[in-house]
Nanobody, 126 residues
Framework: QVQLVESGGGLVQAGGSLRLSCAASGRTFSPYAMAWFRQAPGKEREFVAA????????TYADSVKGRFTISRNYAKTTVYLQMNSLKPEDTAVYYC???????????????????WGQGTQVTVSS
């Protein structure tokens, strides 16, 4: 089975930066895309960013566009999220997600994803 493990979360002041990583392991794994979602206390999980594996096409939520950058390492089946100009409203648990398919899918829809990491906490202070 596939496991996803996130790392890189932590505490940072507003305006600072963090770089999250998500590594897949367990079996040969070449998904159509990998993505980041986040969930703050009392809120629903929301889409943050996604990247397709073959074409490196990226998709961002409006709330992070221009501040966050998603990238991938094909050989390591690893996805990264460079988070700059962080705001207190970015505080959340960040989850890595991947589908169990190489077929095209809607990368923004939570229900499209089969594998999820445990999450990494990002806290942005004022």
């Amino acid at each position: 089975q596939v496991q996803l493990v996130e790392s890189g979360g932590g505490l940072v002041q507003a305006g600072g930066s963090l770089r999250l990583s998500c590594a897949a392991s367990g079996r040969t794994f070449s998904p159509y895309a990998m993505a980041w979602f986040r969930q703050a206390p009392g809120k629903e999980r929301e889409f943050v960013a996604a990247i397709t594996w073959s074409r490196r096409s990226t998709t961002y939520a409006d709330s992070v566009k221009g501040r966050f950058t998603i990238s991938r390492n094909y050989a390591k089946t690893t996805v990264y999220l460079q988070m700059n100009s962080l705001k207190p409203e970015d505080t959340a648990v960040y989850y890595c997600a991947a589908p169990d398919t190489v077929s095209a899918m809607d990368v923004m829809r939570e229900v499209e994803y089969d594998y999820w990491g445990q999450g990494t906490q990002v806290t942005v202070s004022s």
